[in-house]
């Protein structure tokens, strides 16, 4: 695929999203988030595809934000649409996609970059990343799930720090306070998410489905336990449930087609 802010290609059943506007901070423009949105459709509906990496081009940062220069103008009624659609298009297609995101923080990742890595499934962070809302410090608050994401994955009260501070944190107080799965250092930041990737390769894809919609539930307005056990009902129907209690059964690895 080609696009003008994004790198993508597939290896070994992953698909490596890059965003690439090194110069602005890999900042998130309309066009990128248009880009982002044709990708993640592009990963859901590719079979090939079982998982995605998402980081940001250069050393110094994953997504600096929204492109704060495109919507320096905009009035309430164009920052709703903006969210709105961001939201709907991108990051919480993120999240409700049935296969796995992880956000490789290769550096700053603040505002809408913290968003977006906070929508993908987990988080990998190199030693010099640096994760915040900084949003009230340009009179905004954060518009693409931010509040209720950083509240879900690290409480009330530090999101309420975090966003009303709009102070940055280290990689290492991020993984203190849950907020990012593990810290590497920055040569190793890949190869970590692909071994995370690369576990998750082997294990029954219709059932990797399941739960990150049973676990997305638990956090939605949702009855996410109703969520789970229909999920996990399904999941009796499977040929790849069949073959993983019987090579269990057989002591031998599973061999799973994704039926
Ligand atoms: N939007 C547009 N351009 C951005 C940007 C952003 N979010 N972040 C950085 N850039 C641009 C800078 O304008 C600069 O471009 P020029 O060379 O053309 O001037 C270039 O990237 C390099 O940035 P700096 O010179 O500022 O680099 P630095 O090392 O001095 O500082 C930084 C790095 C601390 C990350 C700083 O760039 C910064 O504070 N960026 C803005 C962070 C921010 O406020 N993000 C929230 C955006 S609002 C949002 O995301 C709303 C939402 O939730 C929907």
New binding site residues.
Partial sequence: MAYQNLISEIKENILYVTINRE???N??NKDTLAELADVIEFAKKTEQVRGVILTGAGE??FV??????EFSDYNGKQGED??KR?QDQVFNAIENSSKPFIAAING?A????L?LAMACHMRIASDNAKLG???V??G?I???G?TQRLTQLVGKGKAIEMITTANMITASEAEKIGLVNGVVPQADLISKAEEIMNVIKQRAPLAISAAIKSVVAAVKNSDGYTVEIEEFGKCFETADFKEGVTAFIEKRKANFAGK
Avoid at 64 to 69: C, L, M, Y
Wanted: glycine share 22%.
């Fill in positions: 110069k602005a901070l900042a998130l110094k940062a600096a934000g929204a492109d704060i220069k903006l969210a961001g700053f603040l505002g809408g970059g968003e809302l900084p949003e410090t340009l905004l954060p518009g693409y931010g």
